[in-house]
């Protein structure tokens, strides 16, 4: 049995609201970092917008804009996890500090924070990768079947990954 359990149907109607909130993406973006924080926890969640052109991801959202702030950007494209998750549009689980130092090449940030174990979920619209919900919490905190909270979440952000895309974001 899972360790980690939610409902669908309220997260649809929590998620429903925060679309229909104003101030986006913020609210977007802080719901999701909410659900995710109250139902798998979590030490460190980003949202981040892929940006194939330069092979990079920009952050769009971080729960510790201090140490990841906002539009910060690192080369994520031509690496193994980028072609897993950027490329192919498949969601990544680390399981263990290995696999931080693996995909990250800020891992010793990461790691740093007492971030030893990951899940990625690619944000996916028309064929294309349009960014990554990336949720990190100590080692042993997730199983890969909590991949599929984040399957129900992304859906949510197309609208303003898309966005994102033509139009720049500054911060406030």
């Known amino acids: 049995m899972p360790r980690h359990t939610y409902d669908p149907g309220g997260i649809a109607a929590v998620m429903a609201e925060a679309s229909a909130e104003p101030g986006q993406p913020d609210t977007l973006f802080r719901a999701v970092d909410d659900l995710t924080r109250e139902t798998v926890g979590h030490i460190l969640f980003t949202v981040l917008a892929n940006l194939p052109k330069s092979g990079e991801v920009e952050r ?6 201090r140490e990841y702030p906002l539009l ?25 500090a290995d696999d931080i130092r693996w995909a990250f090449p800020d891992h010793e940030l990461i790691l740093s924070l ?59």
């Open 72 to 96: 910060g950007r690192k080369r994520m494209g031509p690496t193994p996890w980028g072609d897993r998750v950027l490329k192919d549009g498949r969601t990544w689980f680390g399981r263990n």
């Open 60 to 65: 769009m959202h971080s729960s510790r804009p």
């Open 114 to 172: 007492g971030c030893e174990s990951c899940l990625n979920a690619p944000v996916r619209y028309d064929g294309r990768v349009l960014g990554v919900i990336s949720v990190l919490g100590p080692e042993g905190a997730y199983e890969e079947e909590d991949l599929g909270l984040l399957a129900l979440l992304t859906p949510y952000l197309v609208p303003p990954l898309l966005s994102a895309q033509t139009t720049p974001r500054s911060i406030s």
